[in-house]
Every structure is written in C-alpha cells, then in structure tokens.
C-alpha cells in the first residue's frame, strides 16, 4: 500500500517518527491504526455497557463475559 501525503502532512510525520523514536513512517501509521482500533473497541464497549446500564438489571454470568471479550478482541485484531 503506497499513501500520498501533502508536504505539510510529510514533513509533519518525519518530525514525529524523529520525536517520538518510531523506527520510520511505516511504523508510525501502524502506531496510529493500532491507536484507532484500540479507540474504537473502547467506544463500542462503552456503548454496550451504557446500553447494558439502561434496560433493566439482569445477572451477567461467565458466558456473558467472554463474549464480551472475545467481541473486543475481535475489535482490537487479537
């Protein structure tokens, strides 16, 4: 996969991979797709437990955990 960025964006990725010690641009877009999917597990977890939290009460047993996660880490690519 090849991405074309303006040179604002370029110049701004080689200050970070420099800063921040990433081993090059392509370690750096991995950080950041790592960083985004562990975000979006979150917020489907904080979703589910608000949902949860709104309908009535009911006991959450062993099965039920392990779905929930087996289902954030299918989300986080484990």
Not at 9 to 18: I, W
Not at 44 to 49: M, N, T
Request: aromatic fraction near 6%; charge should be negative; proline fraction near 4%.
């Amino acid at each position: 996969m090849n991405i074309s960025l303006p040179e604002t964006l370029s110049a701004f990725v080689r200050r970070r991979v420099a800063e921040a010690d990433f081993a090059g641009p392509d370690d750096y877009v991995r950080h950041l797709i790592q960083e985004d999917k562990r975000r979006l597990a979150c917020a489907f977890l904080e979703e589910e437990l608000s949902a949860g939290m709104a309908g009535p009460a009911e006991e959450a047993d062993d099965a039920d955990w392990r779905a929930i996660r087996e289902e954030v880490a299918v989300r986080l690519g484990r």
